[in-house]
């Protein structure tokens, strides 16, 4: 009799660990409340996965021995209650595919800010290493996925923090914690301590061996790192002041020590410019470092990194007005970082689905940078009462093209628009992604 194993979702996640559980000979049902996604559905068909649309069948749900949910769902939904007080064990799928991965690496970044970006860095930097690795997780391929059908010698994985709650073995051998400000508070009962408790899970199953890189300069990640039980090496990063291990910037150069070995670099030659980008430039070289990748190579790969889609991405210049695409800020600390690096007047398009954010973090930024804030959003009415007393020119849209022509309208010659929209997407938008391709879709019709 082979293991029951209920996954709750039919997304990248639940589909690539149903693949993984079937591969394993597991008995896999997959029961998802909403409707599948072509692709999705057709690789369920082709590998005989049992499965579920539109629905929850309690009693094909409740008689597993494990249960895998994707990561949206949230632990307040009925059935999870269900499961839980029928006493089955639920997991995430990074769980579920760590049992499998071998003896294979993991590097796992989890943060509120900058993962994605780190991810894709130190993946650059392991490629051109010439490590045989994957980029997987929040970013490219489910994990699970990966290692069911293309296996590799070290996974590069971003880790959102709901895909922390359910771990239980899951091991990195480096962890990258990048910043922890207050993003997803609806899902952690708006205690922040619920959501740092929920960070620092990367490292609970950390040995002396395995390595914890963290930023120095992050308040909330300093004040609460005691409170943990941390047993592997330490690797942070800073602004602020030399270190005999781990990496900080200086005069301009970022400095890298590891073991006995110590690497410089003048951030003139990084690829990717703003301080945001330089914190990430510091973890991804410790994490690259970690897993011996050369240095010349880190350089190397520091130097030809291409900045991500979505990400403070430049979409044209028109009438000498500058237009960027930073749709993946769906929080006011990326919109922060996203302000700090602007050397020009903004015209800034902020709104969207405000997952309990505090506006007084950029108030400072907003006063000193934006001479115009167009919302595009369903509800608009926190942003007008944020900033309505220090931004005379303010407008209320609800969809791309009207924004960016109204952003457009108050643009004058040398000015920048930003889209850095500091909420989620789903009021208007299928997500980030869709928001910023709309973004660009409508400067283009300019």
């Known amino acids: ?77 009925e059935l999870v209650k269900s499961i839980r007080a029928k006493g089955i064990p639920i997991i995430s799928e990074i769980e579920f595919a760590y049992r499998y991965k071998g003896n294979s690496k993991i590097i796992a970044i989890t943060g509120s800010n900058g993962k994605t970006t780190t991810t894709a860095m130190t993946y650059h930097m392991c490629r051109a290493g010439g490590a045989d690795c994957a980029m997987v997780g929040n970013i490219g391929y489910s994990f699970a996925k990966q290692v069911a059908e293309d296996p590799k010698q070290l996974y590069v994985a971003e880790i959102s923090s709901f895909q922390l709650d359910d771990i239980k073995t899951f091991r990195p051998d480096v962890a990258v914690l990048t910043n922890i400000t207050e993003d997803h508070l609806d899902r952690y009962d708006y205690k922040i301590e619920n959501y740092i408790d929920s960070k620092f899970r990367l490292v609970m199953n950390q040995q002396p061996d395995d390595v914890f890189i963290y930023n120095l300069d992050d308040e909330v990640t300093v004040k609460t790192i005691n409170n943990y039980p941390i047993k592997s090496t330490l690797a942070p990063f800073t602004m602020s002041k030399q270190l005999p291990q781990g990496a900080y910037l200086m005069n301009a150069k970022m400095h890298l020590k590891w073991k006995t070995e110590e690497m410089q670099m003048s951030i003139e030659d990084f690829a990717v410019k703003g301080k945001h980008n330089q914190y990430n430039s510091m973890a991804a070289s410790l994490a690259a470092t970690a897993v011996d990748i050369r240095k010349d190579k880190i350089r190397e790969a520091l130097q030809t990194f291409e900045s991500l889609e979505h990400r403070m991405e430049t979409v044209a210049t028109i009438r000498s007005v500058e237009f960027i695409n930073d749709s993946k800020a769906t929080n006011v600390n990326s919109t922060w970082f996203a302000l ?59 969809n791309a093209k009207d924004a960016v022509q109204s952003a457009f309208h108050f643009a004058s010659k040398g000015d920048v628009v930003l889209l850095s929209p500091a909420c989620a997407s789903f009021d208007l938008f299928k997500n980030y992604e869709d928001r910023g391709h709309q973004f660009k879709q409508a400067v283009k019709e300019l």
């Open 1 to 77: 009799m082979s293991e029951r194993l209920v996954i709750l979702g039919a997304g990248e996640s639940g589909v690539g660990a149903a693949l993984l559980a079937k591969q394993q000979g597991y008995d896999v049902f997959v029961s998802d409340g909403g409707m599948i996604k072509e692709d999705y559905r057709s690789t369920l068909q082709l590998n005989n996965i049992d499965f579920e649309e539109g629905q929850h069948t309690t009693s094909k749900i409740l008689n597993a021995a494990e249960v895998m949910k994707s990561p949206g769902i949230p632990e307040k939904n």
């Open 340 to 398: 700090e690096s602007m050397e020009k007047p903004v015209i800034l398009i902020l709104g969207g689905v405000d997952k309990g954010n505090d506006y007084s973090l950029i108030k400072e930024l907003v006063k000193e940078k934006v001479k115009a804030i167009v919302c595009m959003g369903i509800d608009n009415r926190k942003i007008h009462e944020a900033f309505g007393d220090i931004v005379s020119l303010m407008v209320s849209t609800d």
